[in-house]
């Protein structure tokens, strides 16, 4: 159990460091302190294409020394897979560059919710009352997040309501890429689900580039390298995690990475939130948290 609790925590410490460093290439200049160094802006299709081809690279050795078929079983759920992870990720990598760094990584979390959904209707899951309960508070916190643009920007960051909505369409996204993995998990190993996200983005990402492309300097070659290294880590840690006890237990600790964002965003970004908007914070936290706990609980049971 003490394994499963420390892989979680290092998943998620993993996944900080990836949203960190895509935050470094939304914010030109803003962390010169720390690294010497004036990062361009680049944008977040890019990281996109850098982080799936790290990816991709390292699944497709471990794929080809496992002898794993390739391409995977289930085409179709792999494919929905691979499409709906690579438009959620790259609104995600986008609505960091542009939102708070903590709020973006908070409604990013609303995607466990989506996920309730979609499985209910897709699959059939059943959700129970007090569920919706847990989903009317973590909406409740994004409503109170949203109060921060009628704020004056003397007491707070201001919060763009088009990146704001558009961080949750990224989290309802990922929702369905979440419930295509729920159905790969009879038919395809993880490492295959894993693949099929570069192989959608790539082709896909490089088009884009060739319209859209800043040419990394220096030090920005080694953490775009990292941004992909780390997302690999993250899932692997994520998935051993989970071997190691009992979810109801283990998956609470990922949510740890919220508070790792607050910290964050106040301390190296200085990102002065306003108290309306911690409480938000702290709804969706709940929300989330109760919803999670409370279905591995009755799975158990």
């Known amino acids: 159990m003490k394994k499963g609790i420390l892989f979680i925590i290092l998943s998620g410490i993993c996944f900080l460091l990836v949203n960190f460093f895509v935050k470094l290439f939304g914010q030109s200049?803003?962390?010169?302190?720390?690294?010497?160094?004036?990062?361009?802006?680049?944008?977040?299709?890019?990281?996109?294409?850098?982080?799936?081809?790290?990816?991709?690279?390292i699944s497709a050795v471990i794929i080809k020394l496992r002898g794993y078929p390739?391409?995977?079983?289930?085409?179709?759920?792999?494919?929905?897979?691979?499409?709906?992870?690579?438009?959620?990720?790259?609104?995600?990598?986008?609505?960091?560059?542009?939102?708070p760094f903590a709020i973006a990584a908070v409604i990013q979390y609303l995607a466990p919710i989506f996920t309730m959904l979609f499985t209910m209707i897709i699959i059939g899951d059943r959700i129970y009352r007090i569920q919706?309960?847990?989903?009317?508070l973590a909406f409740i916190g994004v409503a109170l997040i949203s109060l921060q643009g009628l704020i004056s920007s003397k007491d707070g960051i201001a919060i763009d309501y088009l990146w704001l909505g558009l961080g949750m369409l990224s989290a309802s996204i990922s929702g369905v890429a979440y419930t295509a993995i729920v159905k790969l998990k009879s038919t395809d190993h993880p490492i295959n689900i894993v693949l099929y996200f570069p192989m959608v983005s790539i082709p896909f990402m490089t088009l884009w580039c060739m319209f859209d492309y800043v040419h990394p300097i220096g030090i920005e070659w080694i953490f775009l390298i990292l941004i992909g290294v780390f997302t690999q880590f993250a899932q692997i840690l994520l998935t051993k995690a989970l071997h190691?006890?009992?979810?109801?237990?283990?998956?609470?600790?990922?949510?740890?990475?919220?508070?790792y964002a607050l910290l964050i965003g106040l301390f190296i970004f200085d990102e002065r939130l306003n108290v309306i908007v911690y409480l938000g914070v702290f709804l969706i936290?709940?929300?989330?948290?109760?919803?999670?706990?409370?279905?591995?609980?009755?799975?158990k049971t």
């Open 70 to 99: 390739f391409f995977g079983v289930n085409k179709k759920w792999l494919l929905i897979r691979g499409i709906s992870g690579t438009i959620a990720l790259t609104i995600f990598f986008m609505t960091i560059q542009n939102l």
């Open 285 to 299: 936290l709940v929300g989330v948290l109760l919803n999670t706990v409370y279905r591995h609980i009755y799975k």
């Open 132 to 136: 919706w309960l847990f989903v009317a």
């Open 29 to 57: 200049g803003a962390t010169n302190e720390l690294f010497s160094h004036n990062f361009q802006h680049i944008p977040a299709h890019e990281l996109v294409l850098a982080r799936s081809l790290v990816s991709f690279l």
């Open 244 to 259: 190691f006890g009992h979810a109801s237990v283990i998956v609470p600790f990922q949510y740890l990475g919220i508070i």
